[in-house]
């Protein structure tokens, strides 16, 4: 996660922000149902 702040602090525009954070929460999101199905 600590990738998505440093993506954030170096765009400066809002909606890339935006978009960045949502891709992030889907890919954890996804990771946690990968574990949750196959653990």
């Known amino acids: 996660m ?3 702040v440093v993506l954030l602090a170096l ?5 890339l922000a935006v978009v960045v954070e949502g891709a992030a929460e889907f890919l954890c999101f ?3 149902a990968y574990k949750l199905i196959f653990a």
Not at 11 to 15: A, D, G, K, P
């Open 2 to 4: 600590k990738m998505v």
């Open 11 to 15: 765009s400066n525009n809002s909606l």
């Open 30 to 32: 996804l990771w946690l």
